[in-house]
């Protein structure tokens, strides 16, 4: 979950773990640790026809949830980080 708030600086970052509800470390805009955005736009074929679904997860609740999948996430290792 993301918001911008204007308390201490115009437009700070604020990103919340929708699952565990811990604040994701920012820098200024940045975010400074491990986070999983995601986005689905469920389209005319699902129940949810015309919703968008956004939310943040920590790296540890992503790591609960990938744990939980019948089979595994596909893992890739990229050869330059930016
Ligand atoms: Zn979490």
């Known amino acids: 979950m993301r918001k911008y708030t204007e308390q201490t600086k115009p ?25 999983f955005s995601g986005h689905v736009q469920w389209g005319y074929f699902s129940e949810k026809d015309g919703e968008i679904h956004d939310f ?15 089979i595994p996430v596909e893992i890739k290792t990229e050869n330059e980080l930016l």
């Open 11 to 35: 437009h700070s970052l604020e990103i919340f773990c929708n699952c565990c509800g811990k604040q994701i470390r920012t820098d200024r805009d940045r975010i400074a640790e491990g986070v």
């Open 56 to 70: 943040d997860l920590c790296e540890d609740c992503y790591d609960k949830w990938i744990a939980s999948f019948q």
